[in-house]
């Protein structure tokens, strides 16, 4: 079955601290992406990556950074926490390399907050 | 960039009514509109969706309309049941490849069946 794996469920960091969210896929997708959660706000685009080592800004990249070193990772980067990144985050990823768009596979989300 | 609108926020329906979510998207070189369906604590997950060279698509109890002229697309539900509570979240891509294959999502749509 299809797989996307985030690497916590829950993470409690303190401010300032640097924050890594991991997000694994067994599905060797090329396309990958990190939205963020908000209650009234819906899915935001943080970031979102097409091949390895390609990374797109999505609509709020501000604060955040990632990485995609293998096909199968995507970090995503909190350089200094602060108190308005506590969210749910949702890693996802999808085949297709061209016009043929197919259905976003998401991981369970990560809850980060930020204390 | 593309900016998606969804309305309303909020959805009561009886068991056995119609329900219709609507979405408006700003760019017009969109070509694909997704819509997926969170139920409480767990993953969004893909129920139907729609490419630019078609109106209308259907799935059993639901459909989608696309008015490309207009830039809205709408999800119908028919007949519904208490399981078909939960948040519904709209989505429109370019997906031509490399960095348009971003998705961007509507704020979500809470519907609530009450039996």
């Known amino acids: 079955d299809v797989k996307v794996t985030q690497s916590s469920r829950y993470l409690v960091k303190r401010t300032g601290e640097k924050v890594f969210l991991e997000c694994v896929q067994d599905?060797?997708?090329?396309?990958m992406f990190w939205y963020r959660q908000d209650p009234g706000l819906g899915l935001r685009l943080i970031y979102f990556?097409?091949?390895?080592?390609?990374?797109e800004k999505g609509d709020i990249p501000e604060g955040y950074s990632v990485s995609r070193e293998k096909k199968e990772r995507f970090s995503l980067i909190l350089e200094s926490a602060s108190t308005n990144q506590t969210s749910m985050y949702l890693c996802?990823?999808?085949?297709?390399?061209?016009?043929?768009?197919?259905?976003?596979?998401f991981g369970s989300g990560t809850q980060l907050s930020v204390l | 960039g593309e900016n998606v609108e969804q309305h309303p926020s909020t959805l009561s329906v009886q068991e056995g009514d119609s329900a219709v979510i609507k979405c408006t998207y700003s760019?017009?070189?969109?070509?694909?509109f997704p819509w997926y369906k969170q139920e409480l604590g767990k993953r969004p997950q893909l129920i139907i969706d729609?490419?630019?060279?078609?109106g209308e698509k259907k799935d059993q109890r639901i459909a989608v309309t696309l008015n490309k002229t207009a830039k809205h697309f709408s999800l119908h539900i028919t007949e519904t049941q208490p399981e078909d509570s939960a948040v519904y979240f709209c989505?429109?891509?370019?997906?031509?490849?490399?960095?348009?294959?971003?998705?961007?999502f509507g704020t979500g749509t809470l519907l609530a069946v009450q039996p």
């Open positions: 996802a990823s999808y085949s297709g390399t061209g016009v043929r768009y197919e259905k976003l596979f």
């Open positions: 599905m060797d997708h090329e396309n």
């Open positions: 990556s097409y091949d390895v080592k390609m990374k």
């Open positions: 760019d017009s070189a969109s070509n694909y």
């Open positions: 729609i490419r630019s060279n078609v």
């Open positions: 989505a429109a891509s370019m997906g031509y490849g490399g960095a348009t294959n971003k998705l961007i």
